[in-house]
């Protein structure tokens, strides 16, 4: 390993910007000797580590079939745009490396030619983008959506003409040869590394004892970046979700396919209407529960058992009228089995029949969703992911607490894998300051909220702007908001008014300002630079307990006669603080201010959790102070 990334070693031949970390070379030895033995390895990797290199040299000169699975579809591209050419030029002619997402990201052709000969668009502005997404259609090579920079996230059109699975023909689509979707799989079979994110693996995971739908080629070993997002990712697929959306979508589909095999009918028509109106009614009684998450109990589906009734009746009705058409084609056959699946589903979700899922409902705009998702994880990585994996790698900047692994170990289900820390080379004493007022309120307090809002207008005349304002709420976002909104000397940013890429856009071009956001922006964001000068949090993020997921973790652990703030609430929250925090320091060149306006994180005997999550930070708790120290460390014209 020092021969490729040690002082003077190939890498740094390769690299302009080459820095030599001794924690980058000790990560590539411990993975690539996991490579050879099998087992399993956890990983926490300080920022600026280089983690990326550090795996991928070991996978390229492993000789084997390795996975890399990250927690965001970001990643997945730099890694491919910025890490892989880098693997290029390491190892000439010698690894193959290919990209996979999920089906959704990838045009369909044939639904494609469909939808542009009856086009339907939810609005004008809608209609006006499709003809640079025709344009693209005609010469994209990959057909994947993140090539149209210009398509927003929400662009209803595409899920009217991208590859979804139960719309595929399979080899009989007179597409098949040039089928985006069949390339992107053969180009992974053919490759040495294929990069995923968890979603895609999880998915795929959840049905690998079904050969039918298997996407991802087998593998010898699995590496996974942003590990500390692996349990809430996997619970979302090891478990499943219906919603008002999730119908009129396979109703939409299916009106659209009808249409294309000259099939749509009067009686069609009619059988479509009556089942959007009774899942709407049956929608409409899970949204008068009220509560946006709430965690659901039997009496809840008492409340809606006659609605429950109408729908799966009209479901069944649907999926027996598809399947019996003459000349039924294979996409038709298949929204048929859809409408079987959502009925099975609602089924299951009415009964509350399995004891280690948890069931609840949120509202999220117009849209209603109920889910089923298990409450421990640990069971299903231990029956599906580990007997599979000769060698697995789980690596974050995120992943001890107190100075352990227990609490990812306990949650992920490990037994005695390999452990390593690798500590951050910045200077953390010289680059940052914290920041922990001692004369706020604890924020159970009736005067936080105002005091807090204060406090922070202060810190960012401080800072000129140029902060993250972090909260563990949109309540506590909006109240702040509102009491500053306007009353600053710079631009204020709020997560939600745009999509978030745009939003970020907004804050790096605009040096002064100031970002107000909620748990979306604590990780899996990088602003290097002057922009972002301060990460101010209002308090420490415990897990809300009458969060579904979190009330019935607690509850599981509480059975098993263990501490659920001891075991599952304060390492989660420490976890999520050094993940807030890593905002800010992201180069050797980086300089800026760390707060946090809870007093506990000093008051508590818990509060040492925290403190030892952390860096060694210079802290102060006198704002005056604070002041001289912030002058003190952004002097001589260096970031401020």
């Known amino acids: 390993m020092e021969r490729l990334l040690g002082p003077g070693g190939k890498l740094s031949e390769i690299l302009d910007d080459f820095e030599h970390r001794e924690g980058q070379v000790e990560m590539a030895r411990a993975a690539f000797e996991i490579f050879k033995t099998g087992g399993a390895l956890l990983v926490e990797a300080g920022t600026g580590t280089g983690k990326t290199l550090a795996y991928l040299v070991p996978s390229a000169m492993s000789g084997r079939k390795i996975i890399i699975s990250t927690g965001t579809k970001n990643l997945q591209e730099q890694i491919m745009e910025k890490d892989f050419p880098v693997i290029e030029k390491l190892f000439p002619s010698r690894v193959r490396c290919s990209c996979m997402k999920g089906r959704g990201n990838y045009l369909c052709r044939r639904r494609f030619r469909g939808f542009s000969q009856q086009p339907l668009f939810r609005d004008s502005d809608e209609a006006s983008l499709f003809n640079s997404v025709a344009s693209w259609a005609h010469k994209t090579e990959t057909g994947d959506r993140a090539e149209l920079g210009s398509m927003p996230d929400d662009y209803a059109a595409w899920s009217e003409m991208n590859s979804k699975s139960d719309l595929c023909l399979g080899s009989a689509c007179p597409d098949y040869e040039d089928c985006f979707v069949t390339r992107m799989r053969s180009e992974a079979a053919m490759a040495d590394i294929v990069v995923v994110n968890h979603h895609l693996f999880f998915a795929d995971l959840n049905i690998r004892d079904n050969s039918f739908g298997e996407v991802i080629p087998r593998y010898d070993a699995v590496v996974f970046d942003e590990a500390h997002l692996v349990e809430d990712i996997a619970a979302t697929y090891f478990g499943f979700t219906i919603s008002s959306y999730r119908i009129i979508e396979a109703v939409r589909d299916a009106e659209r396919e009808l249409r294309m095999a000259k099939m749509a009918d009067g009686d069609t028509a009619s059988l479509f209407d009556r089942l959007l109106r009774r899942s709407a009614k049956f929608f409409d009684v899970v949204k008068s529960l009220g509560a946006e998450r709430r965690r659901l109990v039997k009496r809840d589906s008492q409340r809606w058992a006659d609605d429950a009734k109408s729908l799966l009746d009209t479901l069944s009705l649907t999926s027996d009228y598809l399947s019996s058409m003459a000349k039924t084609t294979e996409p038709v056959r298949a929204l048929s089995m859809r409408f079987v699946e959502i009925g099975e589903q609602l089924a299951e979700i009415s009964d509350m029949s399995h004891e280690q899922n948890v069931y609840w409902a949120e509202t999220r705009g117009r849209g209603v969703f109920l889910h089923s998702s298990p409450t421990d994880i640990s069971a299903h990585l231990k029956e599906k992911l580990y007997p599979r994996s000769g060698s ?49 309120p604890e924020p159970a307090s009736s005067s936080f909220a105002h005091k807090a809002a204060d406090r922070i207008a202060a810190l960012l005349k401080m800072s000129q702007g140029r902060a993250f304002v972090l909260f563990t709420s949109h309540r506590n976002l909006e109240k702040c908001w509102g009491l500053l909104e306007g009353k600053l000397p710079f631009t204020m940013l709020k997560q939600g008014d745009a999509p978030r890429s745009v939003i970020l856009d907004r804050f790096r071009d605009d040096i002064h300002s100031s970002l107000f956001a909620t748990y979306s922006f604590w990780q899996g964001v990088d602003v290097r630079g002057e922009s972002l000068s301060a990460v101010i949090i209002d308090k420490l993020p415990f897990a809300m ?29 420490a976890l999520m603080l050094k993940q807030g925090f890593g905002r800010l320091i992201r180069s050797a060149e980086d300089k800026g201010l760390l707060a946090v306006l809870d007093r506990r994180m000093k008051t508590r005997s818990y509060g040492k959790t925290f403190f030892n999550a952390l860096p060694d930070f210079p802290l102060v708790t006198e704002l005056q102070s604070l002041q001289a120290s912030l002058v003190k460390l952004w002097e001589k014209g260096e970031r401020r």
Do not use: W
């Open 545 to 573: 307990p009458d969060d579904p997921l979190v009330s019935a973790r607690m509850e599981l652990i509480e059975k098993r006669g263990g501490s659920a703030f001891k075991e599952y609430q304060l390492p989660s929250a």
């Open 392 to 440: 697995i790698v789980f690596t974050s900047a995120t992943l001890s607490t107190d100075g352990n692994f227990d609490f990812i170990e306990s949650r992920l289900g490990m037994e005695n894998p390999e452990k390593l820390v690798i500590k951050s080379h910045f200077d953390y004493e010289r680059q940052a300051v914290l920041y922990l007022p001692s004369d706020l």
